[in-house]
């Protein structure tokens, strides 16, 4: 495998979760928890809690992976860019916190889905914005290792 292809494929796939979470606040608006008179439905303040709830729990799994798994990955293709279990295990960890972030969008559109207003499902679209911006995909490799991958 070379690392300078896996970056540019989750490269790719962080682009397109960019790209869903507009798509999901864009549907979610369209769809927004109307019923069949018309009449907007009220979501409980407990189901947005537990979203929310959610929300957090994604983000400090997604931390905790990035931390324990994604890290030592790094290191290693640090010290060899040619390790490709460690290559593995960075796209893995990198594509399970893109997911865990994404996810977050998720929670926003179904809440819009289900009548909660705009500004509640706005906070989880702009929260999973954040962390997707937050964790871009990246390798720090030394120069001249893969072809110059860094900060590209």
């Keep these: 495998m ?9 490269r790719i796939i962080h682009y397109i979760f960019l790209v869903a979470i507009v798509l999901y606040a864009y549907a979610g608006e369209m769809v927004a928890g109307k019923n069949s008179s018309g009449v907007t439905s009220v979501v409980p303040s407990a189901m947005i809690y537990s979203f929310t709830g959610l929300g957090f729990v994604d983000v400090l799994l997604a931390y905790y992976f990035r931390r324990a798994k994604l890290q030592p990955a790094v290191e290693k293709l640090r010290r060899d860019s040619n390790d490709s279990g ?5 796209r893995q960890y990198t594509l399970v916190s893109l997911i865990l972030a994404l996810s977050i969008s998720l929670y926003g559109f179904a809440l819009r889905f289900l009548g909660a207003p705009p500004r509640v499902a706005w906070g989880f679209y702009v929260a999973a914005l954040i962390l997707l911006l937050a964790w871009r995909p990246n390798l720090e490799l030394p120069v001249g290792a893969s072809a110059g991958i860094g900060n590209q």
């Design 86 to 90: 460690a290559l593995i295990q960075w």
């Design 2 to 10: 070379n690392p300078a292809a896996s970056l540019k494929q989750m």
